[in-house]
């Protein structure tokens, strides 16, 4: 039975497309992990600093397709002419308050007030290391619409974004952009809520871009689940994967992939190029902070992917032959 259809509910809350547990381990054994871990989950070596240089976005890419990762998920993406950014996570902390929680090993490599002028923002979903309600309220100058998963409206309000700049989508809604440039959301295998309350109470979702020459997936948060063969079928393949494979652990491996079972994602979505997000930016799980990369180059290597996986806040444009800046492999200690 395929997983492509709209979201459900259970009363109020949203549901996976799969049964899916947010968490199989004890309390105290995750806190165990989270007190006795040796890994280096923070870099030892501060990182950066990374700087874009946002003048080369006065000139399309030359092919069309280029990508600058901001950071975690954050991404500004040009495709065929226009350009989105995806969940803009600018503040210092992936957390509820600013002096404690999950701090950014750097900071961002460009000013929000130096974005160049975007067609879209994209927000897969609520939680904090997706949605920052201090980089939002920046935002609530421009004139730029949101495409954000059902329910995530109600934060962008709060926060001062007009009504009519709010698009939500449901799994299968399908936007256009100019006539040109298609969004669709797809469901993912994940969960969503801001606090001890409303959990589930707002969806979470993947995201097909689409324009006149590419076709890309942002992936945003998901475990794995038989979904991404029916992404693949209906709206693949794509030039472009963009998968997480960080905060990954066995604790939540219903919600989060890490590094092997992304590999199996990318080639369920018939991916020809993948890109590793959602790693190398916070501490949000056990493993060391450069594991996650490590493990995908292994993995990636076994099954035959090209990878692309640019340095931070480097505009990089995306080719068939792929690319690895090995930026990470410079911060050894």
Known sequence: MSTLKP???EGKKFVNP????TSTGSFGNIMKGLLTGKQERV????????????????????????ITWMGHSSLLIEIDGKKLLTDPVWGARASFVNFAGPKRFFPAPLALSKLPKLDAIILSHDHYDHLDKSTIKQMANLD???????????????????????????????????????????????????????????????????????????????????????????????????????????NWAHIHMGPQKATL???ALKGKLMMPIHWGTFNLAFHGWREPIDELLEHAFDKNITLFAPKPGVPTEVRPDGYNSWWWDKSRG
């Not at 809604?173 to 669709?184: A, F």
């Not at 969960?191 to 689409?210: A, D, H, P």
């Open 7 to 9: 979201s459900a509910k």
């Open 18 to 21: 799969v049964p899916t547990q």
């Open 43 to 66: 870099p030892k070596i501060p990182l950066g600093p990374f700087i874009t240089d946002h003048e080369v976005y006065q000139q399309h890419p030359d092919n069309g397709l280029r």
């Open 144 to 250: 730029t619409p949101f495409y954000c998963s059902l329910g995530v409206g109600s934060h962008l309000r709060k926060w001062g974004i007009a009504k009519h700049r709010i698009n939500e989508m449901d799994w299968t809604d399908t936007v256009t952009i100019d006539d040109n440039l298609e969004i669709t959301a797809a469901p993912a295998r994940h969960f969503s809520g801001r606090g001890i309350t409303g959990r589930n109470e707002t969806l979470w979702s993947s995201f097909v871009i689409k324009g006149p020459k590419h076709n890309i997936f942002f992936g945003a948060d998901s475990g794995y689940f038989d979904g991404f063969r029916d992404i693949g079928d209906a709206y693949g393949p794509f030039d472009l994967t963009m998968l997480e494979i960080g905060a990954a652990n066995e």
């Open 265 to 267: 994602a990318h080639i």
